[in-house]
C-alpha cells in the first residue's frame, strides 16, 4: 500500500488535483481518498453526495471526507473516559470539571487528524493508495509533527510515572537491629512495572507514534506540493518545503497547478526556484484550460500526475 499526501496553500487547487491524482490511480489500482480539509469540496469535484462522509465512487474509487468537529470530539471523549477510569480515586476533586474544559485545549484537532490518519492507514489493507486532502498549511505541518513531539514528551513522562512507581514501593527506613555486617535497614518491595496501568498506556502511545512515524517516513508514503505560478503561493510553498525537511517527511512531486499562457514565465521561475530549494524533485504542470470541466468532472484533468508516484 502506497501512501500519498496533497499539501500546499490554500486557493491553488489542491483538492482538485488530488482528487484528479486519485481518479488517474484508480484506473489500474484500489484507490480511497481522504479529505482531511474542513472546507470539504469532494462530493463537488466529483459532483457526488458523499452522504454519511464516504460513498463508492468507481470499483477502484472510493471517497471519504472527515467530520473535523465529531472526530475530535470522539477523540476528546475516549481520552476522558480513560483518564477518568485511570484516576478514579482523584474524583473527590471534581476532576470532572477540568476535563469539560479540555475541549478548548489547543491541539486537539491536530491529534484528532492524527488519529483519524493512524486508524485510515490500519484500515486501509485493501487499497493499493491512500491520497489524503490535506487542510491549510499551518494546520498540516502541526499535525505532521506531532508524532516527533509527542514521542518526546511520553518518554519523559515514561521516566517521571517509573519515579513515581519506584518511590510508591519503597518502605521508608523500616527499622530492625542490625545484624553484623549490615549497614543498610531499608527494605524494598518488589514490584512489576507490567502491572500500572498509566505506565502501559504511556507505552502503548509510543508505539503506536512510533510506527505512525515510521511510516510517514518510509517509501511506502510521499508528500506532493501543489502550488500556483505567484509570489505568495511560491513563498508559501518554500515554507512548507523547509517544514517538510525538518520533519524528514520525503517530498516525491511538486505540481504547478494554473499555469496560462500569461503566467507562463512566472511559472518557470517559481517551477526552478522550488526545483532548486528541494534538491531535484521533479515538477509537473498543469494548465488552467485543462481544469475547467465543462460536461466533464474537475476531476478529469489531462496532465498525467501520477505516472512518478507509482
Known sequence: MRI??????????KSTIAAASAWQLSRTRRVLI???DPAHNLGDIFRV???????NFSENLVLREVDLKKLSRNYLEREISVLSGTYKYLQAFNLDRYFSVLKYSPGIEEYALLTSIDE???GGKDFDYIVFDTP????????LALPQVTMAWIDRLIQIRKQILEK????????RPLKEGENNPEVRLD?????????QRLRFLNENYQGLSRILRSEQCGFVLVFNPDLLSLRESERIVEGLRDLKLPLRLLIDNKVTEENRETAAKAEEELRTATGGVPVERVLLSGMLGGE????????????ILH
Open 49 to 55: 453526495p458523499l452522504g454519511q462522509g464516504e460513498r
Open 296 to 307: 466533464k468532472g474537475l476531476y478529469e484533468i489531462p496532465e498525467d500526475l501520477v505516472s
Open 136 to 143: 491549510p498549511t499551518g494546520l498540516t505541518l502541526r499535525f
Open 168 to 175: 510508591r514501593y519503597t518502605i521508608q527506613k523500616i527499622m
Open 120 to 122: 485510515t492507514i490500519r
Open 4 to 13: 500519498v499526501f496533497y499539501t500546499g496553500k490554500g486557493g491553488v487547487g
Open 34 to 36: 481522504v479529505s482531511l
Open 191 to 199: 514490584y512489576t512495572e507490567e502491572g500500572d496501568e498509566v505506565l
